[in-house]
């Protein structure tokens, strides 16, 4: 939290000035009052008057105050809130592909929304009110002394006293507040699951699930939260029991005083308030410790999530490294050489004494049944995975020494359902890269696409909903075209398009002389067999 509070300096150090000042005039505003009482017994009713309007004018103040406080802790949180985000983004930047997808899409939204919000509400709020809760004690206590030492010295022992409160729970709130965290990710990612899965659910007519199952994820989320809150509870009524005895205890000890004729009647009314702004601030400060303590888990998630960045973060590298795998691939034919590959999910075989060489320019086809390896065969060759056991070279160099980000430029990965992102033709081609128009029909039309420029501006929908299967593989290969990828590995490309559709798209990849293509299928076409230029037969499990 201290770090989040440095890199916002001058913005927590504004606010912070602005409630100090605020506190100070509520002791001024509570000393008037004290002014006025005495004013009032002293029947000097003029006096009295004047300190009325003193008050009126010093509240004014602090209404001011207070709102342009609230104004900026507004956008200064909603800041924090875009700094914490970039963050967490550029560290998911920096994951490679199996770090990833370790967790859901739910979860990662589950971070930038509700772990945020959390930090805001639990953590720098929390901060805020206990800056307005010190400040506004140490100008009550400079106060009491002003009226006698002995209230100070009653004060400071209650003090210590109420700051010993957090202690005792401090491991019971951070311990329900990282319960939360996982809980929100939890329901976040359930959620998404089975809302993604309505056009099932109806098509079997079970659209009862989603309120059976939202309920029971909601019941879930509801029981830790309730946890928490006990906790929480148990904290405030420990505080707020602290505060009334001790508030009571120094009311009566300046009663006391009084009475010996050391301090003035009017007193009581100034260590009344006076107290109650001590009491009621040390009687949150446990509360608001603890609320601060519970942010530390989710921020330690978010630094380890950074810690783990693992991809290729030099660019510099990766373009040497690049231009020296181009000036090799320009003059070898052998892209792949795979030699006795072996490779285990755990403690799972998934294939062993693995052989293939693909050339250049050529054409493969691997078949083999649903759940064999094949896939996994391609995430190995595009360098997903590097803890095979055997030899892949690219390009003579073995596939898990080069950057994997090298590789990510030199070959294209098409899946079975490509995705899109809901914006134009244009912007699904450049992913935030500058190319011409030209390049980019071009490479439309490399692909098989036949449109004109006006195309480009055309919105594809959600995950490309507004274009045909057909059209997004299409779009999808453009994207690697356009940046010069010629090692295409398919990933049964075509298994969810008609027929006609699938023959299209496999006839104007199969056809570009300058693709070199891998392509996994359990169910080929025979219309485009013949234009593979040699077909891999994937061995079955014993």
């Known amino acids: ?45 003029r006096q ?6 003193y008050l009126l004018g010093v509240w004014l103040v602090i209404i001011a105050l207070d709102s342009s406080a609230n104004i900026y802790k507004m956008k200064f949180c ?13 560290s998911l930047e920096q994951l490679e592909y199996r770090e990833y997808n370790q967790n859901s899409v739910g979860t990662y939204i589950s971070w930038l929304t509700n772990d945020i919000n959390i930090i805001n509400e639990k953590g720098t709020l929390k901060f805020f009110d206990i800056v307005k809760g010190v400040t506004g004690t140490i100008f009550s206590v400079i106060a009491l002394f002003a009226y006698h030492w002995s209230l100070v010295l009653v004060t400071f022992i209650s003090l210590l006293v109420m700051l010993a409160i957090p202690k005792i729970f401090r491991r019971k709130v951070e311990t329900a507040s990282k319960k939360s965290s996982v809980a929100n990710e939890e329901f976040v990612a359930r959620s998404e699951d089975i809302l993604s899965g309505y056009n099932v659910l109806l098509n079997y007519n079970q659209q009862q699930n989603l309120t059976e199952k939202i309920k029971s994820y909601s019941i879930a989320l509801m029981n830790v939260l309730f946890n928490q809150a006990k906790i929480e509870a148990k904290v405030f009524a420990a505080g707020f029991t602290g505060n009334i005895f001790f508030q009571i205890l120094i009311t009566a000890f300046t009663g006391a005083l009084a009475f010996k004729g050391i301090v003035t009647i009017g007193t009581i009314e100034a260590t009344g308030a006076l107290t109650g702004v001590i009491f009621s601030s040390l009687g949150d400060l446990s509360n608001q410790i603890s609320s601060i303590d519970s942010v ?19 660019r510099d590298n990766l373009e040497n490294y690049s231009r020296e795998i181009d000036s090799q691939n320009s003059s070898a034919d052998v892209v792949y050489q795979v030699e006795n590959l072996a490779y285990n999910y755990g403690e799972k075989l998934v294939f062993e004494n693995m052989q293939f060489t693909f050339e250049k ?29 055997g030899s892949i070279k690219f390009y003579g160099q073995e596939i898990n020494t080069i950057p994997k980000g090298v590789m990510r430029s030199n070959v294209l990965y098409l899946e079975q359902q490509p995705y899109l992102f809901n914006d134009t033709v244009r912007a699904n081609i450049c992913l935030g890269e500058h190319f011409s128009d030209h390049e980019i029909v071009s490479a439309l039309n490399e692909s098989g696409l036949i449109c004109t420029e006006e195309f480009l501006d055309f919105a594809v929908g959600k995950l490309g909903s507004r274009l045909s299967g057909g059209q997004r593989q299409r779009l999808a290969l453009a994207r690697g075209i356009i940046r010069g990828k010629r090692i295409v590995l398919m990933d049964e490309v075509t298994s969810a398009l008609d027929k006609e559709t699938a023959l299209t798209v496999e006839n104007n990849i199969l056809s570009n002389e300058n693709l070199t293509v891998i392509a996994i299928s359990h169910t080929p076409h025979k219309e485009t067999i013949n234009l593979y230029d040699e077909i891999y037969e994937f061995p079955e499990k014993s």
């Open 361 to 389: 320019n050529k054409k493969y086809l691997i078949l083999g049944k649903s759940g064999s390896g094949k896939s996994t065969l391609l995430k190995l060759l595009i360098s997903y995975y590097d803890d095979y056991q």
């Open 78 to 90: 909603q800041e924090i809130a875009v700094d914490i985000r970039s963050k967490i983004t550029s």
């Open 296 to 314: 530390k888990p989710i921020l330690e998630k978010f630094k380890h999530i950074s810690n783990i960045s693992t991809a290729d973060a030099n």
């Open 1 to 45: 939290m201290i770090e989040i509070l440095k890199n916002k300096k001058k913005e927590s150090i504004f606010i912070c000035v602005l409630i100090s000042i605020s506190q100070l005039l509520r002791t001024v505003g509570a000393a008037l009052n004290a002014f006025a009482l005495t004013s009032l017994i002293a029947l000097d009713f």
């Open 48 to 53: 009295f008057i004047l300190y009325e309007v």
